[in-house]
């Protein structure tokens, strides 16, 4: 019984390694090149899967386009964007297959059938600066940072599922990474400015109100050093938040202490989605090589989880 088990447990390792290699799945600790090196622009950005685990990035080639890349990391064509439109970042409803896209050179928010891909005007409004990150509720409604960076100056915009906007937040510095917590209660934003001493860098916690409006507000973390720009929040709450210029992405726990650091190939990640056949693989948009770079999420171990607990 003991041999057959073993047996068991050995092939599907082995069938588990076969596949990585021939699929180029990256390992655990090895971040390694999804797609080629200069497919897409250096406005790469937006990553975002659908129901079937195709990978969705902006900029493919040009400007004005969207990629798709499949399984194995070859890219095409999916859309071009109406002319004089750029997208930045990507948000698919699985549930009704529609893609919306923040098009920040003509103060829109995009909507893309998936399966026609017919492409219209989903919100528009001359107030945004340029919707840059944007993120979707479960109950339909849109977030959208939406920076202004010669003013360094920021907002944070609602966008009801009826297409009713409501500003939210103005007072914050350029502001650009937007992400939910789990169970969507708390919304984190990114907010970049300078001060006497340099570069300052803010990730701040919002609760969220019932109405979908920003409640208390609270500092998470605040970096000194580099840039900072997109993000994502995993099943345990931990954000993370793609360090631009640094090269790195930095692995953030929900009381805001980093926890691990993982260093790219690339100097000026932008953006980052999770995905692969577990979803435990994280897809890095990498501005200066012009492509997407993968890692496997780092395992945190309880005895380290227990740390940041209050029990």
């Known amino acids: 019984m003991k041999k057959n088990v073993l047996f068991i447990f050995a092939s599907l390792w082995l069938m588990h390694h076969s596949f990585a290699q021939r699929y180029g799945v990256p390992n655990f600790k090895v971040v390694s090149d999804f797609t080629a090196e200069k497919v897409f622009t250096a406005g ?36 071009e964007l109406p002319e004089g439109s750029v997208g930045n970042s990507i948000v698919i409803d699985t549930a009704t297959n529609m893609m919306y896209v923040a098009d920040y050179t003509k103060h829109n928010i995009l909507k893309v059938d998936m399966t026609t891909k017919q492409i219209s005007v989903y919100v528009h409004n001359d107030n945004f600066n ?56 708390l919304l984190y934003v990114t907010e970049q400015t300078k001060d006497m001493s340099g570069v300052l860098n803010n990730v701040w916690k919002f609760k969220l109100h019932h109405n979908g409006t920003l409640g208390e507000k609270e500092l998470l973390i605040k970096f000194r050093d580099f840039g900072m720009d997109g993000m ?32 790219l190939k ?26 997407v770079e993968a890692f496997r999420m780092p395992r945190l171990s309880n005895w380290f989880k227990s740390l940041f607990s209050n029990d």
Request: proline content about 4%.
């Open 44 to 79: 790469i950005e937006g990553p975002a899967f659908d129901k079937k685990g195709y990978l969705y990035v902006v900029n493919f080639q040009k400007e004005g386009t969207i990629g798709v890349i499949d399984y194995f990391g070859n890219a095409s064509l999916f859309v």
């Open 266 to 291: 690339g100097k000026k990640p932008s953006n980052i989605a999770f995905g692969g056949l577990d979803g435990k693989t994280c897809f890095v948009t990498v501005q200066d090589r012009g492509c």
């Open 130 to 185: 340029q919707p840059n990150d944007i993120c979707l509720r479960a109950n339909g409604d849109f977030y959208a940072t939406d920076p202004n960076w010669k003013g360094e100056q920021g907002n944070i915009w609602l966008i009801r599922k009826s297409g009713e906007m409501v500003l939210l937040e103005s007072k914050l510095a350029a502001t650009n990474g937007i992400a939910f917590n789990p169970d969507q209660t």
């Open 232 to 263: 994502r929040v995993d099943k345990m709450g931990n954000l993370y938040l793609t360090r631009y210029d640094k090269g790195t992405v930095a692995i953030i726990s929900p009381e805001g202490l980093i926890i691990r650091e993982i260093t």
